[in-house]
């Protein structure tokens, strides 16, 4: 791979000796990067980050937050050298070093790009990179193949995974039913226990709602994978029901191939009972490409940032509370009508930066805790049969506070309504993203039966 990235940066620069200083610059900055990432959300750097790129460049602020404010400057400062060293070099040689000894630089630069390509390619076709790199495990790949190699062994077994089919779901169906179900699951941004976090005792506990939930037996453990991040893991798990060990290295960033499997997602699944489903989260869609991806896995209404134009914001994103009214809306449209309703809902407030650190981040749980109430409230005054899901996507990463590395499950509630009243107690049953989408199916066949 390094000789990969020398020989384009050859035929860039037209020069053996720029092209290696700019191969070991980005190779530090590659090393720096994913030690900063291990420290803050405990992974290293990997082939799917390049989908971030994108969102960073849209949403900066979401990222640079988690941050340390030193470790901001290396990074810009680092960038913002390389980026003018390549532009130097671009510029100094643009007019003279595509004629006579620049020119053959630049074809065996070229050269060298392509062969490290086929070979790289050679491992994938002959099995050899399977063997090499058998389990998604980037950790173990990179304390013994190193970084970049575990990036581009991983980047090889994706493409390789991405031709695997899984296995498909079928969708729900039920007799004639004079009233469809409402069925709401609320993913709610780093919501966890802060008991478990070590934020707050049990005795000073200030979330009321999840409280009374565990009393009522109605709170499980969700085994999510990733911390400080990746909501889309979590988001994935739910929605289309396959386990990580089943996606193989697709599990780092499942949202990139989630399109070649759109009938297993609730939303279609949920169909032949619910006429209206709706995905709500009140940001950019474009994030993960869900502005593409929800309307092809049977969502038929979007409900996204645009839509909350004038809404309240709780430190930089829309507040829950705001979110929370326009739930609450749904909910009454819902039980105007006979049909069925299934609302999946993404909240954004409790999303860093948390300038307040813990302090700030409690203020931002409550709320989260708040809208669990308001939601259920609700949905016990409707009288309709009605199905409750609010879990947390991860964890948060609090410098100092809450760091990677323990526990990484998060509260899942799951609260009936109507017919769904006497559905069966978690009562602390830990459950996979995966397992809970699958859950939600049973317990919603067995109450339509």
Known sequence: MAFMMFGALLFLVGHPGPAAVLTILIGVLLVFGSGLKRNVLGEPLMFSDVAVIGAFVRHPRFYIGAIPPFARVLVLAGLALLGLSFVGMLLNDLFYSWSGHGLVLRIEGLGLFATGYVCLNGLRRTGLARKILPVADLDAGEIRYGLLATIVLSWLRWKDDCRRKLQNWSQVHAGRLDQGPVIIVI?????????ELGLETKSACSLPYLL????????????????????????????FGHEENELGFRRFDPYLTAGKQTEDALAARLA??????????PHDLRFYGRDALMPSVGFNRLIGTEDFADAAHCGVHVSDHALGDRILALIDDAVARPSGTFIFTVTIENHGPWSGGAADYLHHLRNGDELLGRVADALEQTGRDALLVFYGDHRPSLPGAVMPGGARHTPVIIKGFGAFHAIPRLNGEAMTPAGLHHRMISLIVRQMK
Do not use: N, W
């Open 187 to 195: 993913q709610s941004e780093s919501f966890a226990d802060s008991r």
């Open 212 to 239: 009374q939930a565990e009393r009522e037996g109605a709170v499980g453990k969700l085994q999510v994978s990733g911390f400080g991040a990746y909501t889309m893991r979590t988001e994935y798990g739910v929605l």
């Open 272 to 281: 032949p009972i619910c006429e209206e489903r709706i995905f709500l989260h």
